[in-house]
């Protein structure tokens, strides 16, 4: 499955933002998502992630109650809708796709990776 995330851009603090990630090659219903971010000079981090049937999602502490990961599989899409950001949420946000089993907030669980989506929150 080839993944591109998009709809990343340059926000103020407090502003939100909806990220997507489009997939092509294979139907999405099939995998579970996930959405990692990596700002300069860290180490990749989990953000979010939504099970294959969309009925069981896991969050990040420190993105919990303000952002939301969902899909739409007819149009084999994840979104990932960020309300309240804050200048930290500063990062590289990935889309990653594992096939269908459990969610899993751990990087080397997934096996298919897009590209990247700059998101930028400035004070």
């Known amino acids: 499955v080839q993944l591109q995330a998009s709809g990343g851009g340059l926000v103020q603090a407090g502003d939100s933002l909806r990220v997507s990630c489009a997939a092509s090659?294979?139907?999405?219903?099939?995998?579970?998502m996930g959405w990692f971010r990596q700002a300069p000079g860290k180490e990749r981090e989990f953000v979010a992630a939504?099970?294959?049937?969309?009925?069981?999602?896991l969050y990040a502490d420190s993105v919990k109650g303000r952002f939301t990961i969902s899909r739409d599989n007819g149009k084999n899409t994840v979104y990932l809708r960020m309300n309240n950001l804050k200048p930290e949420d500063t990062a590289v946000y990935y889309c990653?796709?594992?096939?269908?089993?459990?969610?899993?907030?751990?990087?080397?669980?997934?096996?298919?990776w897009g590209q990247g989506t700059q998101v930028t929150v400035s004070s």
């Open positions: 090659g294979r139907t999405l219903s099939n995998y579970d």
């Open positions: 939504i099970r294959w049937s969309g009925d069981s999602t």
């Open positions: 990653a796709a594992k096939f269908k089993a459990y969610g899993s907030s751990d990087w080397r669980d997934y096996g298919y």
